[in-house]
T-cell receptor, first 115, second 116 residues
Framework: KAGVTQTPRYLIKTRGQQVTLSCSPI?????VSWYQQTPGQGLQFLFEYFSETQRNKGNFPGRFSGRQFSNSRSEMNVSTLELGDSALYLC??????????????FGPGTRLTVL | AQSVAQPEDQVNVAEGNPLTVKCTYS??????LFWYVQYPNRGLQFLLKYITGDNLVKGSYGFEAEFNKSQTSFHLKKPSALVSDSALYFC??????????????FGTGTRLKVLA
């Protein structure tokens, strides 16, 4: 079974631009979560989508948004990019957030560099 | 709110020696605990989890973790370290108990360096 895939793997943008990252979960998984990883802040939770609805949200500004499609694929969008948005963005999927034993599996990440 | 702490930024161990990466947790209900490993320029790989049952949990690549309720710890262990185990290790706890929805809280990570 294929793992979580993320595209693109690397991205370079300039301040003020916007960017869209894509995540395809493991087949059958309905929950997709997004994380930002930076050396200074570690792994920070952005949001989670389940059945096309945002179910959880971390403490990020409104410039960060996401959505999930009917096939469970998810996109994350960052508008008006700032230098501090440079990070590794990780996507993780799991079967169902309401199952006590489900495990979250991560994709390889998208490395975003903002110049 | 749930939280996890990884008190060591880096752990150095000689190849062939046992290794321990520490994690302590704070939860208001039953703890659901996880360990992940991250190699350079890669995502996080799942190693093992504790939901309930035996306090010693066995996982991938020869790793195991010991759940200790009285000490609120969930330390990651391996009897004999390999140079290829050198990576960044994250402990995580699942938040949201009783709400029907869950999110994961990650520790700050511990860099393991296995010396040949």
């Amino acid at each position: 079974k294929a793992g979580v895939t993320q595209t693109p793997r690397y991205l370079i943008k300039t301040r003020g631009q916007q960017v869209t990252l894509s995540c395809s979960p493991i087949s059958g998984h309905r929950s997709v979560s997004w994380y930002q990883q930076t050396p200074g802040q570690g792994l920070q939770f952005l949001f989670e989508y389940f059945s096309e609805t945002q179910r959880n949200k971390g403490n990020f500004p409104g410039r960060f948004s996401g959505r999930q499609f009917s096939n469970s694929r998810s996109e994350m969008n960052v508008s008006t990019l700032e230098l501090g948005d440079s990070a590794l963005y990780l996507c993780a999927s799991r079967w169902s957030g309401t199952t006590s034993t489900d495990t979250q599996y991560f994709g390889p990440g998208t490395r975003l560099t903002v110049l | 709110a749930q939280s996890v702490a990884q008190p060591e930024d880096q752990v150095n161990v000689a190849e062939g020696n046992p290794l321990t990466v520490k994690c302590t947790y704070s939860v208001s209900g039953n703890p659901y605990l996880f360990w992940y490993v991250q190699y350079p320029n890669r995502g996080l790989q799942f190693l093992l989890k504790y939901i309930t049952g035996d306090n010693l949990v066995k996982g991938s690549y020869g790793f195991e973790a010991e759940f200790n309720k009285s000490q609120t710890s969930f330390h990651l262990k391996k009897p004999s370290a390999l140079v290829s185990d050198s990576a960044l290790y994250f402990c995580a706890v699942r938040d949201g108990e009783g709400s029907g929805t869950y999110k994961y809280i990650f520790g700050t990570g511990t860099r393991l360096k296995v010396l040949a």
